[in-house]
């Protein structure tokens, strides 16, 4: 089990390099945040879009772009399908957002001729490391699914299963967070979460270990799950925490890392190859984190 990012960055490295298809390469932030994972030696890139801009803005921030190579493509829809095009022909291992927005590139991904469809839907899994814990913890969804049902749970677990495996977690443990830890019919996401519990335990749900509903205390802390009298392989040790909705997601996410202090990765998963799609508003670590994710990501996809 990969207990924090250094290790992260530390088996990435061993695991790659893997290349990186970027879209809309002229964006600044990512190509800052994929020259200093070239530097770490967890990939190396094809940088698609303008290539005027790219070769200035690259000169601007000192980064050698003879390193690189590039696509030229100005118009951003088109970029975003031929950075794709890179991975659904084998040319990259995973796709990353640069200077486009987020619909554009996920429409690429989601194209029935060059697009990385598997039948699955897209959700973000969040990768965190959080003071005071010995383990990592894994977030679904906080992003991009707002208000999954039964079978849009059951597919999201089905999605950050192999994120959990690619952080060498067999037989991760997947805590459905809820606001209690009894099923009241007036509290739906109750009972969506003890039904998962029942198709795990009937092998609907495979290849994990799924507990709920487990309030979030219960679900991270044994004290927790002791007191209350909780008793269940998932109480108080998960490895992935699955969220009822993303206001919820979003919340927990944003708690983590902003009161909790936590350090952090994202990455979107369902496609047949990872999609890292980074915020202005992270921070260069979680980009390179995030990036990091993706490699091993990739390389659980495409290794094994």
Do not use: W
């Not at 969220?243 to 047949?272: H, P, R, W």
């Amino acid at each position: 089990m990969i207990r924090n990012f250094d290790e992260v960055l530390e088996i990435a490295r061993k695991r790659g390099p893997k290349k990186v298809a970027l879209a809309c390469a002229e964006d600044v932030d990512a190509l800052k945040a994929i020259n200093e994972a070239k530097k770490t030696g967890i990939v190396e890139a094809i940088l698609v879009g303008d290539e005027e801009k790219i070769k200035a803005n690259a000169k601007a921030e000192n980064i050698d772009i003879t390193q690189y190579e590039i696509v030229h493509e100005g118009d951003m829809v088109e970029a975003s399908r031929k950075a794709v095009e890179l991975v659904s022909t084998g040319k990259a291992h995973m796709v990353m957002k640069g200077l486009v927005d987020t619909s554009i590139i996920l429409k690429a991904v989601l194209d029935k001729e060059i697009g990385l469809r598997t039948g699955n839907p897209l959700s973000h899994v969040a990768l965190f490391q959080v003071p005071g814990f010995d383990k990592m913890h894994l977030v679904t969804d906080a992003a991009m699914t707002i208000a999954p049902d039964l079978e849009g749970k059951k597919a999201l677990i089905n999605n950050v299963v192999p994120v959990a495996n690619a952080l060498d977690i067999q037989m991760p443990k997947v805590a459905v967070i809820c606001a209690k830890e009894k099923a009241n019919p007036k509290m739906p996401d109750t009972m969506d979460a003890q039904a998962l519990q029942e198709m795990n335990e009937k092998g609907e749900i495979k290849d994990c270990i799924v507990g709920g509903p487990l309030a979030l205390d219960n679900a991270v802390s044994k004290k927790a799950a002791e007191i209350k009298g909780i008793d269940h392989p998932v109480a108080g040790d998960a490895d992935i925490l699955l969220t009822g909705d993303i206001e919820a997601g979003n919340v927990l996410y944003k708690s983590m890392i902003y009161f909790g202090q936590a350090k952090n990765a994202g990455v979107i998963v369902g496609a047949k190859a990872p999609i890292v799609l980074t915020s202005r508003a992270d921070s260069d670590e979680a980009k390179l984190y995030s990036i990091a994710l993706g490699v091993l990501c990739a390389a659980e996809f495409f290794d094994k």
